[in-house]
């Protein structure tokens, strides 16, 4: 089956610019999650919709990120403005629905630095 | 907030030998344990997983010790090869039929030589 697709793979955008993200999950995948990997890191949950609906945003900074899933499939990341800080890999990952196990995967990121 | 901890940050073995990487972990609520391998540029990908009703899990190579009364888990990968160099995460998550979030370790960056 074909992976999770994003884009772009990299960015790179100057402090207090907006950036967006785009991610297709795996086709049946009803579960999808927003994770941001900063270098020497291990990946830290933004957001996980289920659907189009939002299960959790707890740990999205939501002053500056927003994030959609438009007809329960793909998504798009924003960062608006973008800070130093915001450096890092986002890394988006799909699932079946209610399942954390084989069926969960991830994408190969999209790369952000901020300048 | 419920955190992973992971050791060593960096690991290097001789090809043919043992690689150890631990975890602990706090939030007793946790009942998944998946270790994940990351490729550079790559996004992470699933190694193995246990869950807290067994001690040891073997997949090839592969194996996950887990201690539930020391809230530690560990992964043994056996005749390391070159290409097994990546960066080794330990992940937890409540409850694997829940699809809830993962929380990872730091991560461990694993050098084998040729």
């Known amino acids: 089956e074909a992976g999770v697709a994003q884009s772009p793979r990299y960015k790179i955008i100057e402090k207090r610019q907006s950036v967006a993200f785009w991610c297709n999950p795996i086709?049946?995948?009803?579960?999808l999650y927003w994770y941001q990997q900063i270098l020497g890191q291990g990946p830290k949950l933004l957001i996980q919709?289920?659907?189009?609906?939002?299960?959790?945003d707890s740990q999205l900074p939501k002053d500056r990120f927003s994030a959609e899933r438009l007809k329960g499939v793909d998504s798009t990341l924003k960062i608006q403005p973008a800070k130093l800080e915001d450096s890092a890999v986002y890394l988006c990952?799909?699932?079946?629905?209610?399942?954390?196990?084989?069926?969960?995967?991830f994408g190969s990121g999209t790369r952000l630095t901020v300048v | 907030q419920q955190q992973v901890k992971q050791s060593p940050q960096s690991l290097i073995v001789q090809k043919g030998g043992i690689s150890i990487i631990n975890c602990a972990y706090e939030?007793?609520?946790?009942?998944?344990f998946p270790w994940y391998q990351q490729f550079p540029g790559k996004g992470p990908a699933l190694l193995i997983a246990?869950?807290?009703?067994?001690s040891e899990k073997k997949e090839g190579r592969f194996t996950i010790s887990f201690n539930k009364s020391a809230k530690q888990f560990s992964l043994h990968i056996m005749d390391s090869q070159p290409g097994d160099s990546a960066t080794y995460f330990c992940?937890?998550?409540?409850?694997?039929?829940?699809?809830?979030?993962?929380?990872f370790g730091e991560g461990t960056q694993l050098t084998v030589n040729p």
């Open positions: 086709s049946g995948h009803a579960t």
């Open positions: 990952a799909s699932s079946l629905v209610n399942r954390a196990g084989k069926g969960y995967t």
């Open positions: 919709f289920q659907n189009n609906g939002v299960v959790d």
């Open positions: 246990i869950r807290p009703d067994v």
């Open positions: 992940a937890a998550s409540i409850g694997e039929t829940s699809g809830s979030r993962l929380t």
């Open positions: 939030n007793t609520a946790f009942d998944y």
